[in-house]
């Protein structure tokens, strides 16, 4: 496990891809990451979670006082958090929010889906950071907590994150989940009171995605035809 920060009111790590915050309700025997920190590190407390599929930036809180102070903060989305995702396709925008009202745990896959009528209130900010002829790399900074919030909006705009067949991306061998890595985490210190931010690089199967050679469309003068390669 990769620690990026740890005091007596903070446990700061870079969670990796596959493994559940908490007890897994269809795998109860499976490892999970509290009980894997707990081990060397005692009680803690979740503040925040972070989809089993998903990598990145996570913080525990180790007293009863941090977790209620940092409780406090993303209640009051005061902590700001800013993911990475590489998106099937390429968005015609640089910039853009997706105001899409979310309802969760629905049907027997339980998805999230967009319910203008049940729906509760969803906000993510995207910007593109990279564009490549067959996919983007996208931040994502949500303005709202919903369950797999940024999954859901990138697939309602037409984009969804590259290997996230739940949300209706194509099948792809480029990369083994979703492609969503949560980059980056600012929130005050609960003890000290400065505003402090931590940031997870991107694992190796993200990564190695980006480090492709990216698709270029050739045109051939001989029969004007054209073909893809690397």
Not at 155 to 171: C, E, K, M, Q, T
Not at 188 to 197: D, E, F, N, Q, R
Request: no cysteine; hydrophobic share 40%; glycine share 4%.
């Amino acid at each position: 496990m990769n620690i990026l920060y740890a005091d007596s009111h903070l446990l700061v790590v870079d969670k990796p891809a596959g493994l559940s915050v908490l007890p897994d309700g269809w795998e109860p025997e499976s490892p999970y990451l509290l009980k894997t920190l707990e081990a060397a590190y005692n009680r803690l407390w979740v503040v925040h979670r972070l989809d089993k599929v998903t990598s990145g930036v996570m913080v525990f809180a180790r007293t009863a006082e941090a977790h209620r102070a940092l409780n406090m903060q993303f209640e009051r989305r005061e902590a700001h958090k800013v993911y990475h995702a590489i998106v099937n396709g390429t968005p015609a925008w640089d910039e853009h929010t997706a105001r899409h009202p979310l309802r969760a745990n629905v049907g027997h896959s339980h998805r999230t889906v967009v319910d203008t009528k049940r729906g509760k209130r969803a906000e993510t900010r995207f910007r593109i950071v990279q564009r490549e002829q067959a996919w983007a790399l996208v931040e994502a900074s949500p303005e709202t907590g919903r369950t797999h919030q940024i999954r859901v909006h990138l697939s309602a705009l037409g984009h969804p994150i590259l290997g996230d067949v739940l949300y209706g991306a194509p099948p792809t061998d480029l990369i083994a989940r979703p492609a969503l890595h949560a980059l980056s985490l600012t929130f005050i210190h609960p003890s000290s009171g400065k505003l402090v931010t931590f940031s997870a690089d991107y694992p190796q199967d993200f990564a190695q995605v980006l480090a492709k050679p990216p698709l270029r469309t050739v045109l051939r003068t001989d029969d004007r035809s054209l073909k893809t390669d690397h």
